[in-house]
C-alpha cells in the first residue's frame, strides 16, 4: 500500500493523474541513484540527465507524496529567521548567497516551466510580511535595512495589503511567485523520463551504504551508483549526527472558500507559529490556502487542535467559511536555520539535502542544483555554507541545547506512558491508544469493522515509543518525525522498516 504524508492535500487532489512509473523490478546500476522524487531530487535528476548522466530516481511512494505534496506552494526568498541573525551568524555575504539561491530558485521553476511548455498556474506576485499588533511595527520596520543588506528587494507598504483587515504594518516583496507543486513536479518528472531517467515509484529503499559503488537495498532490488543523493527531506541515514542537528516540526493547512475576495498575493504574519495564506489558484481565487499551527512532531496532546486553532483564526479575519479540506505536512528545522546540503563526511559518495525549514520549494531547488554540481565536480556557492560538515557554535548551539533536551525529555517519558487496560477491546474502534496490556507495552489500533492490531511502541529508527495522531489516524515519533499508518506501515521520516507487529495470540 502506497501512503502519501498529507492525503487531504489540495494539490493531491486536484492533479487527479494516476501514477505512471514502474516499480523497480531486479537490480540496477547507474551514475547517480537518487532517494526521494519531491522537489530536491527531481531537480538534481534534471540538472544531471542534461548533463547525460545516468540516473535513477527511487520514491517509496509516488511523485511528490512526500513534503512537496503537503506544501502551501508559496514560491519566496525571505529569511525563516530575522535576516540580522543570518547575518550574525553566517556574515553578509553569506546571508546574500542564500538569499540570491532563493530568488534564482524562483527564476528557474520559472524556465523550466517555460522550457518544458507547462502551465502549473505559475505566476509572479507580491509576497507581504505583516503584522496585527501595532507594538510589533517597529521591529519589522527595522527588518527593512536588513533584508536590503541580504539581498532581498523589499519596501514598506501601505495598510492595504489585498486583505479583508488592515495589518498594523506590512512590508512587500516584489516578483515572488506562486504555482502548482504537483503539476510541475509531473512536469519534471516527465522530462526527467524523456531524456532517458529512470523513476521508480512504490519502491521502499533503506538508508544507503556510502563506499566507491554506493549500494541502496530497496525491497524490489538493489541499486548500485557512483554516487547517491538522499533528498527526502528528513535525514535518511539510519542513526546520524543529523537526527540531532535538525527538528521534525507539523505544519497545518485548510482550504477554505471565502466570500470576500483577497489579493493574489503570499501573505505570512509575525505570530509565532506563523500563519501563511494565499488564494489556491488561478481558476479558483475564492478559495484560500490558510496555514500555521506549528508543533514539535508527535509532541501535541491532540493535534486536531491545531486545526480547530487554525479554523477559527480564519473564521476571525474571513467569516464563517466552510473548510473544504484539511491536511497537515512535515518540515525539519536545523540548529543554526540554514539547510545542510552536499557530502556527507562519514559515508563515501554519498550527499545529503536536509533542513528545509517551511521553505523547502526555493532552498529544495537550489539545494538540488548544488548536489548536481558537486556530483558533477563543479563549482557551487552554497557548497561551503551549506556543508554538512560545517559547525557553526554562535548559530547552532542553543537550538541544538534546547531540540535535543527535549529529546531525551521524550525518550524518558515514553518509557512510562500507556494506559493499563484488561482487555484489547476497551480501545474504541477507529481510534489507537498506547497501551500496557499483560506486561507488554503496545501500541494498538482497532480499525472500523472492530479488527485489533497490535504492535510495538517503539519507533523503528531510534527506539522512541511513538504518539498516536487522532487528526490524522498516525503513529509519530517525537523525537525524530517518524510517521506510520494506523497499521504500522512506515510513511515518513527517519524509520527503515515499519513497527514491529504483535501478533495478538502470543499476548
Keep these: 500500500m502506497v501512503f502519501s504524508i498529507s492525503p487531504g492535500s489540495y494539490w493531491l487532489k486536484s492533479d487527479g493523474r494516476p501514477p505512471r512509473y514502474a516499480a523497480l523490478d531486479g537490480d540496477l546500476t547507474a551514475d547517480v541513484a537518487i532517494i526521494g522524487a519531491g522537489i530536491t531530487g527531481l531537480t538534481a535528476a534534471d540538472h544531471l540527465v542534461r548533463q ?11 511523485v511528490g507524496s512526500g513534503t512537496t505534496g503537503g506544501t502551501s506552494a508559496h514560491l519566496d526568498a525571505h529569511p525563516e529567521r530575522n535576516p540580522r541573525t543570518h547575518i550574525r551568524d553566517f556574515g553578509e555575504d553569506a546571508a546574500r548567497a542564500f538569499t540570491r539561491a532563493r530568488l534564482q ?39 527593512v535595512s536588513d533584508f536590503e543588506k541580504i539581498g532581498l528587494p523589499s519596501e514598506i507598504a501601505g495598510q492595504d495589503v489585498g486583505l479583508p483587515f488592515e495589518p498594523a504594518f506590512a512590508v512587500r516583496f516584489p516578483r515572488m ?82 466570500g470576500k475576495p483577497i489579493g493574489d498575493a503570499l501573505y505570512w504574519d509575525d505570530a509565532d507559529p506563523y500563519h501563511y495564506i494565499r488564494i489556491a489558484g488561478s481558476s479558483d481565487p475564492g478559495l484560500l490556502l490558510i496555514g500555521g499551527g506549528d508543533h514539535k512532531t508527535g509532541q501535541a496532546v491532540d493535534e486536531r ?14 467569516g464563517d467559511i466552510p473548510v473544504e479540506q484539511r491536511w497537515s505536512a512535515e518540515l525539519f528545522e536545523p540548529d543554526d536555520g540554514v539547510p545542510f546540503a552536499g557530502a556527507v563526511p562519514s559515508m ?40 554538512p560538515a560545517r559547525v557553526k557554535p554562535l548559530a547552532e548551539a542553543s537550538e541544538f541545547v534546547k531540540e535535543n533536551l527535549n529529546v531525551a ?63 490524522e489516524t498516525t503513529w509519530d515519533c517525537p523525537c525524530h518525525g517518524g510517521r506510520y499508518s494506523a497499521t504500522g506501515e512506515r510513511i515518513y521520516g527517519p524509520p527503515p522498516q515499519d513497527l514491529k507487529k504483535k501478533p495478538l495470540q502470543e499476548l
Excluded at 519502491?203 to 541499486?223: L, S, Y
Excluded at 526555493?362 to 556530483?375: E, S
Design 52 to 62: 547525460g548522466r545516468k540516473v535513477v530516481v527511487i520514491e517509496a511512494g509516488r
Design 177 to 258: 511567485a506562486r504555482f502548482h507543486p504537483i503539476a510541475y513536479l509531473r512536469l519534471l518528472a516527465e522530462a526527467v523520463a524523456k531524456s532517458g531517467g529512470i523513476i521508480h515509484e512504490e519502491t521502499f529503499a533503506q538508508p544507503p551504504e556510502g563506499g566507491d559503488r554506493p549500494t541502496i537495498e530497496t525491497n524490489r532490488g538493489t541499486v548500485r551508483a557512483n554516487a547517491v543523493l538522499v533528498t527526502t527531506h528528513s535525514p535518511y541515514l539510519g542513526i546520524s549526527n543529523y537526527d540531532m542537528r535538525v527538528a521534525p516540526y507539523q505544519s497545518y493547512l485548510i482550504a477554505a472558500r471565502t
Design 409 to 471: 525529555k521524550e525518550y524518558v517519558k515514553g518509557t512510562f506512558e500507556g494506559e493499563k487496560i484488561d482487555s484489547l477491546d476497551e480501545v474504541p474502534a477507529g481510534e489507537g491508544r498506547l497501551v500496557r496490556f499483560k506486561g507488554h507495552t503496545l501500541a494498538v489500533y482497532r480499525d472500523g469493522a472492530g479488527l485489533t492490531h497490535a504492535m510495538s511502541p517503539a519507533c523503528t529508527h531510534a527506539g522512541c515509543n511513538v504518539h498516536w495522531n487522532p487528526a
Design 305 to 318: 487542535d491545531a486545526w480547530m486553532k487554525l479554523e477559527d483564526y480564519a473564521r476571525q479575519r474571513f
Design 105 to 143: 530558485a524562483i527564476d528557474f521553476i520559472e524556465q523550466r516551466i517555460g522550457e518544458l511548455g507547462g502551465d502549473c498556474d505559475f505566476k509572479r506576485i507580491d509576497a507581504f510580511l505583516y503584522t496585527e499588533d501595532p507594538d510589533h511595527a517597529d521591529r519589522l520596520r527595522e527588518q
Design 348 to 387: 563515501k559518495n554519498v550527499y545529503l539535502a536536509t533542513g528545509f525549514s517551511g521553505v523547502g520549494l526555493t532552498f529544495g531547488t537550489a539545494c538540488g542544483g548544488l548536489l548536481a554540481d558537486l556530483v558533477s565536480g563543479r563549482d557551487n556557492e552554497l557548497a561551503s555554507i551549506f556543508s
